[in-house]
């Protein structure tokens, strides 16, 4: 086959660092002559980048393998892959299944083209390695972001966190940080190239850490760095750590305009009790203290989390500690969840999934049920006041009106003004809203 008429599909699941995954791998194929495609049916390697965090994430990605089995099917020749963490962590499970050619880890992605050349009929590949250096450092993402204005760069691979319910330290392995050079330089790319975001991932930033030749850079100290890239970037991050956010980091953010005032900050659970059993080393108390500090010196900060519902042993007085605390800290918007049990987690190995499957649902009901009141009320507060919007591009909606984030994170739409075109900064007062956008009108500047 001639190589520059290769094409390779990519479906991206699970979290953001999949979607900077995926722009890694379409980089690495690019080099062996692949370009990308949208359409499956057209198609010589299909991937399915995959998610484990929870069951139904992986039940997702089964119904998928058969879809892409039909296309494999349809258009011979073509191969079928699956990479990511559902890759790691079932391995040659899914090469049983006859229907996938290759399998592949998230730290074996340098090795797709060797990969992908070795594959015969009766002979699929896999590399599943874990690697204890491997951040694709070197690596030039392809964006595939369509609007060409907001950019993922992973700083860090891997948790060393035991969080008890969390399959990733077993699927993404041990916690390593990437090069701060490499890092500014990417954000220096991508500024020069017209984009005016950058989103910092890891599952942990606030462990951020790399030391060579007596330098020594901790994530605020990154942060700075890439702030000072320009003061028309605006630099994003997630995910914090409740036990490892500092007060250097906060203070960074509240002294650099670019950074933008939002963060995530999964709680996961109300009490103390559970969030002890959850490993996550911190408490309640320690949880509000840190929302206090942020708030204290920055009071126009987003606040966003994750809660799980129903994890192992959680009684109805666990629960209602969650309702509280997410009452006492008013988030702007959280990701919501029904425990998953993972296997080979350590509560998966530790302690029985005990909450009934109608009590966990109940549950995550009413804390959905709770988090809607308290959005509509964040963003009701936030009439009258002025946010300065980064411009996307036309609303969904109705394209004579414009869609942008505020600093805090909040999506606003507004009427199209001359003048506001994607890249561009524009002031907006707020008007009126809903439970997840602001709507506003433009101040014209003087
Ligand atoms: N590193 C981030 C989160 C990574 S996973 C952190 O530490 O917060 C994203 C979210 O998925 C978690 O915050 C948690 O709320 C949820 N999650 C993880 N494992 C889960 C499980 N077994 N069942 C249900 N939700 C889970
Ligand atoms: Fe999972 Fe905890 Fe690591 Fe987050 S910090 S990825 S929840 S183990
Ligand atoms: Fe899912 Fe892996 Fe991300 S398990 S949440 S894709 S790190």
């Known amino acids: 086959m001639e190589t520059s008429s290769k094409k390779i599909y990519i479906e991206t699941y699970g979290c953001q660092m999949n979607v900077n995954d995926s722009e890694v791998i379409f980089s690495i194929m690019a080099d062996e002559g692949f370009s990308r495609t949208e359409d499956i049916s057209e198609a010589d390697l299909i991937l399915a980048n995959t998610c484990s965090v929870r069951d139904n994430a992986e039940q997702r ?18 191969l079928v892959g699956i990479v990511g963490c ?17 399998v592949v880890g998230p730290d ?12 015969r009929p009766d002979s699929p590949q896999i590399d599943v390695l874990l690697s204890r250096d491997e951040t694709y450092a070197d690596i030039k993402p392809l964006r595939t972001d369509r609007n060409g204005l907001s950019a993922f760069i992973s700083i860090m691979r891997g948790c060393d966190n035991v969080c008890s319910y ?23 790319d991508v500024f020069s190239r017209g984009y005016r975001e950058v989103t ?4 942990n930033v606030d462990s951020y850490l790399w030391k060579a030749e007596g330098e020594s850079v901790n994530f605020a100290e990154l942060l700075r760095r890439v702030a000072s890239v320009s003061p028309q970037l605006r630099v994003r991050f ?27 900050l999964p709680v996961q659970s109300g009490s103390s009790r559970m969030l002890e059993k959850m490993r996550r080393k911190y408490d309640r108390e320690w949880y509000l203290e840190r929302v206090r500090r942020i708030r204290e010196a920055m009071p126009d900060c987003g606040l966003t989390t994750d809660v799980i519902a129903g994890f192992c042993s ?50 995550l009901s009413e804390i959905i049920e709770l988090q809607n009141g308290i959005s509509l009320e964040r963003y009701r507060a936030q009439i009258g006041k002025r946010h300065t919007v980064l411009v ?7 394209p004579s009106w414009l869609c942008g984030r505020a600093s805090n994170n909040m999506m606003c739409v507004f009427p199209a003004a001359e003048g506001l075109s994607p890249g561009v900064y524009a002031d907006i007062e707020v008007t009126d809203c809903t439970s997840a956008t602001l709507i506003g009108k433009t101040l014209l500047s003087l």
């Open 238 to 264: 997630a995910t914090s750590h409740p036990k490892d956010i500092s007060d250097e980091v906060i203070k960074v953010m509240a002294e650099t305009p670019n950074i933008c005032r939002h963060i995530h």
């Open 61 to 78: 990605i089964w119904g998928r393998i058969e879809v892409f089995n039909q296309a494999r099917k349809q258009h011979p020749g073509a």
């Open 166 to 188: 969390c399959v990733v330290p077993y699927t993404r392995g041990a916690e390593r940080s990437r090069d701060p050079h490499s890092i500014v330089r990417e954000a220096c």
């Open 200 to 203: 910092l991932l890891g599952q």
């Open 392 to 398: 996307e591009g036309p609303s969904k909606r109705d």
């Open 86 to 102: 559902m890759a790691e962590r079932l391995k040659d499970k899914l090469l049983d299944t006859g229907k996938v050619d290759l």
């Open 314 to 363: 959680e009684t109805e007085e666990d629960h209602l500690q969650t309702l509280s605390l997410m009452k006492e800290v008013g988030f702007d918007w959280a990701f919501m969840f029904a425990y998953s049990e993972r296997p080979g987690t350590l509560a998966a190995r530790q302690y029985p999934d005990d909450v009934p499957q109608e009590v966990k649902s109940r549950r």
């Open 108 to 119: 074996a992605y340098r090795r797709l083209p060797e990969l992908v050349r070795a594959i």
